[in-house]
């Protein structure tokens, strides 16, 4: 496996697929399916590769295991959408904006999802209370546990 290609997100593939289905007047709708079809087609594209997450450990419990896979969100896609010269980045600017505060009105999650109960985000692969402190995680190479 390539280095890096764990923690890649847009593969080649997925960008040619932005670039094919994004227009620039595509309404949130669109937008949230064109996001589900670009999650759907990464973890295909990452099976079929045999490609799995980076192993991490939690610096505030010491546990150890896979990381969460990659998760594609609506502002992920807009910014995809400026890096790749898909549109100018004043046009993406104005569509975060924008979708900011769409995301506010109709009380949805990064994936453009509503909001059910008190979780905004994404789910996460290790979860766990911690006193006043932030969770980080630390990138572990499997290399290193096995030597």
Same mark, same amino acid.
């Given at each position: 496996m390539p280095a890096g290609e764990r923690s890649q997100v847009w593969y %080649?593939?997925?960008v040619a697929l932005l670039r094919r289905e994004w227009r620039s007047d595509l309404p949130w709708e669109a937008i949230v399916e064109l996001r589900d079809h670009l999650q759907s087609q990464i973890?295909?594209?990452r099976a079929r590769r045999g490609i799995v997450p980076p192993v991490i450990r939690c610096s505030a419990c010491g546990a150890t295991? %896979?990381?969460?896979p990659p998760t594609i969100?609506?502002?992920a896609i807009l910014l995809a959408v400026g890096r790749f010269g898909i549109e100018p980045s004043e046009a993406v600017r104005q569509r975060e904006r924008n979708w900011a505060r769409y995301?506010?009105?109709h009380d949805l999650n990064l994936l453009g999802?509503?909001?059910v109960g008190n979780s905004s985000e994404a789910p996460s692969a290790h979860e766990?209370?911690?006193e006043d402190r932030p969770l980080s995680v630390e990138l572990t190479d499997e290399s290193e546990e096995a030597g």
């Open positions: %080649p593939e997925l973890e295909g594209l295991g %896979p990381a969460a969100s609506i502002r995301r506010a009105q999802r509503p909001i766990h209370e911690v």
